[in-house]
């Protein structure tokens, strides 16, 4: 190989490289002229601190956002089972007028979106003649003494107590009081279609002979 100049000082060099040793060694450059490497750690340290927050900050919305999509909102809107109480407890009876009246069917049935506090109020004297917690996707049946009947209820996905119910959450109620016979009685569909989201509620009158 001819001898050259080296780049930086002009010294002869014997083996064609562009450097001379010297410089080599000054510059801490190799003979062929290899790319400097960049490690991992001095790239961290050029990106400046209010990027890394914002990069964080993205990346974490970004995460959250395919987990409430892929994962169908579950974490943000699951039912909490072991908040309810048993399907179908009751929590107000009054015994003395289903025992001194004649009856008539009422089914009630959830959808799988909530769970239910049922009131049946009796529209004469606003005394609450049956109270039950229901769960979703269920069905209740019972006879009610025979009467016209304001049926209220609560829904949620987290029970709280029979003085605050399912947390902040409103009444619901039926437009129109309904009237219970011993030929007619009423099944009620609750959250059927959705309704239950704008605090409507659907009943179709069977009948029961």
Same mark, same amino acid.
């Given at each position: 190989?001819?001898?050259?100049?080296?780049?930086r000082?002009?010294?002869?060099?014997?083996?064609?490289?562009?450097?001379?040793?010297?410089?080599?060694?000054?510059?801490?450059?190799?003979?062929?002229?290899?790319?400097?490497?960049?490690?991992?750690?001095?790239?961290?340290?050029?990106?400046?601190?209010?990027?890394?927050?914002?990069?964080?900050?993205?990346?974490l919305?970004?995460?959250?956002?395919?987990?409430?999509? /892929? &994962? $169908?909102?579950?974490?943000?809107?699951?039912? @909490?089972?072991? =908040? %309810?109480?048993?399907?179908?407890?009751?929590?107000?009876?009054?015994?003395?007028?289903?025992?001194?009246?004649?009856?008539?069917?009422?089914?009630?049935?959830?959808?799988?979106?909530?769970?239910?506090?049922?009131?049946?109020?009796?529209?004469?004297?606003?005394?609450?003649?049956?109270?039950?917690?229901?769960?979703p996707?269920?069905?209740y049946?019972?006879?009610?003494?025979?009467?016209?009947?304001?049926?209220?209820?609560?829904?949620?996905?987290?029970?709280?107590?029979?003085?605050?119910? /399912? &947390? $902040?959450?409103?009444s619901?109620?039926?437009? @129109?009081?309904? =009237? %219970?016979?011993?030929?007619n009685?009423?099944?009620?569909?609750?959250?059927?279609?959705?309704?239950?989201?704008?605090?409507?509620?659907?009943f179709?009158?069977?009948?029961?002979?």
């Amino acid at each position: 190989m001819e001898p050259s100049r080296c780049n930086r000082c002009g010294a002869w060099v014997y083996d064609g490289a562009p450097l001379c040793p010297n410089c080599a060694l000054r510059y801490k450059e190799v003979y062929n002229n290899t790319p400097r490497v960049v490690v991992k750690s001095e790239i961290k340290k050029r990106i400046p601190k209010p990027i890394k927050i914002i990069l964080g900050i993205s990346t974490l919305i970004i995460l959250l956002l395919s987990f409430y999509v /892929f &994962g $169908n909102g579950k974490i943000f809107n699951r039912l @909490e089972f072991e =908040s %309810f109480p048993p399907h179908a407890q009751v929590f107000e009876f009054d015994e003395e007028l289903f025992q001194t009246m004649n009856t008539s069917p009422i089914i009630l049935e959830t959808d799988d979106n909530y769970a239910y506090f049922v009131k049946i109020i009796d529209q004469d004297n606003e005394n609450t003649i049956l109270s039950v917690f229901l769960h979703p996707n269920e069905t209740y049946e019972i006879e009610i003494p025979v009467g016209m009947y304001r049926i209220e209820y609560m829904f949620g996905k987290r029970w709280e107590n029979i003085l605050t119910y /399912f &947390g $902040n959450t409103q009444s619901m109620l039926i437009e @129109e009081n309904l =009237s %219970f016979t011993q030929e007619n009685g009423y099944h009620i569909n609750l959250g059927q279609n959705k309704s239950i989201q704008l605090g409507f509620i659907l009943f179709n009158l069977f009948d029961c002979k």
